[in-house]
């Protein structure tokens, strides 16, 4: 018997060892496997990203539903609907006054009011005056649908608010104010949108004549020190008899009770200087929740304290190493949400920041986590037990307040 060769099986080929072929090919998965991993990367940092604008929408909802803001000491509610377009080649602003709902009823007797709508541009640069509305009679549901228009340049919108009042006609003393809604026209952009309609809440009345700016400076020391200097002021309102304005600054956090005092300032020039320094007790924690609120108070002696504007300053974004410091806009702010009471509910206040926190992990509601972004979408959410409520407009993924 001899030895038998080797030899193929019928149809069977053997594996060719191709050592360059093998090499591209581990090549060629190093680099998909590279691909999947550079993907992998940059969708955790697109759902990061997305998550920290989820993230601010929710805190700014929050912030909303402090449980106690101010109520109106006057009876003023409801909303009204505008409507809003340039004419470019006119150089003509269209104002739709559609309708309002909700008013408050003056009337005793007939439970309405007959309610007529007040529009005017501040700073009146063309001397337009006021444009009103025809008056709709015993009623706290007014349909109006009347378009007025008001002559100025493109580049005046920047600088100009509009300023809309509802009051309830009275034939025999003066009309009642129903509440008013200043509206800033530099939010428009007439040309990505050429027609902007949408409904305003009704407040007091805003003062547009209050002018100045405040110096302040704030630094944090951990673990819960915030210091607040007040330096000074410049440019700020006089009397209405020309007089110049004592001024002080009312500095508060709230929610933490404490209200400070500068010293009353006459300074000739509308420019007085104070340069006190104040502490709150503040955890950093909660740094992200909180925010300072300056009133500037002309004292007036025995006579009714009057306004010269405040500022609101956040504290979620404040540099731990360098703190702030800076001149900030004075304006009537009277009006804004977040100007609270001084006597917080502090178990509620805490409710509410353990809410988020929950909310936050478990990413919900989910609508605001998703990756859907596009269009203008109305967020509110509201809590019965602090009788409060907040709302946000969402435009193309960016919180609109």
């Not at 080929?13 to 072929?21: G, M, S, V």
């Not at 440019?235 to 304005?245: E, F, K, M, N, T």
């Not at 804004?336 to 909310?359: I, W, Y």
Request: aromatic share 8%; charged share 25%.
């Amino acid at each position: 018997m001899g030895a038998a060769s080797s030899q193929p099986l019928p149809g069977h080929n053997p594996l060719q060892q191709n050592p360059e072929k093998i090499e591209a090919l581990a090549k060629a998965l190093d680099v998909k496997a590279e691909r999947q991993k550079q993907l992998a990367i940059q969708e955790s940092w697109d759902r990061l990203e997305q998550d920290k604008r989820s993230l601010q929408v929710l805190k700014s909802l929050f912030k909303k539903l402090d449980p106690t803001v101010v109520r109106s000491p006057t009876d003023i509610n409801g909303e009204i609907e505008l409507a809003f377009k340039y004419d470019f080649k006119r150089q003509l602003l269209l104002v739709k006054v559609i309708k309002c709902r909700d008013l408050h009823a003056k009337d005793i007797r007939t439970k309405a009011s007959d309610p007529y709508v007040r529009l005017q541009l501040y700073p009146d640069l063309h001397s337009h005056g006021a444009k009103v509305t025809k008056i709709i009679v015993e009623t706290r549901e007014p349909v109006y649908n009347e378009i007025f228009a008001f002559k100025m340049r493109e580049k005046e919108l920047t600088d100009t608010n509009l300023v809309v009042q509802v009051f309830d006609y009275d034939a025999v003393t003066k009309d009642d104010f129903l509440g008013e809604v200043v509206i800033d026209l530099s939010q428009f952009d007439f040309v990505k949108e050429p027609v902007l309609t949408a409904w305003y809440t009704l407040h007091m009345e805003t003062d547009l004549s209050i002018t100045g700016n405040l110096e302040v400076s704030l630094k944090f020391l951990p673990p819960q020190s915030l210091f607040l200097t007040v330096h000074g002021a410049n440019g700020l309102s006089r009397r209405r008899d020309g007089h110049v304005a004592q001024a002080f600054v009312k500095v508060s956090v709230p929610g933490l009770g404490a209200v400070f005092k500068t010293q009353v300032i006459c300074d000739e020039t509308g420019n007085p200087e104070w340069q006190e320094t104040f502490e709150f007790e503040l955890p950093q924690e909660e740094l992200e929740f909180r925010y300072t609120v300056l009133h500037v108070v002309d004292d007036q002696g025995h006579q009714e304290n009057n306004t010269l504007g405040q500022i609101i300053i956040d504290l979620d974004t404040l540099d731990m190493d360098n703190g702030f410091h800076g001149h900030l806009k004075l304006a009537d702010l009277r009006n804004s949400e977040r100007l609270r009471n001084k006597h917080l509910q502090h178990s509620v206040a805490q409710e509410f920041r353990e809410a988020f926190r929950a909310h936050a992990s478990s990413r919900h509601p989910s609508f605001l986590f998703d990756e859907c972004t596009n269009g203008k979408r109305n967020v509110t959410v509201t809590c019965r037990k602090a009788g409060a409520q907040g709302k946000v407009t969402i435009l193309d993924g960016v919180p609109v307040f």
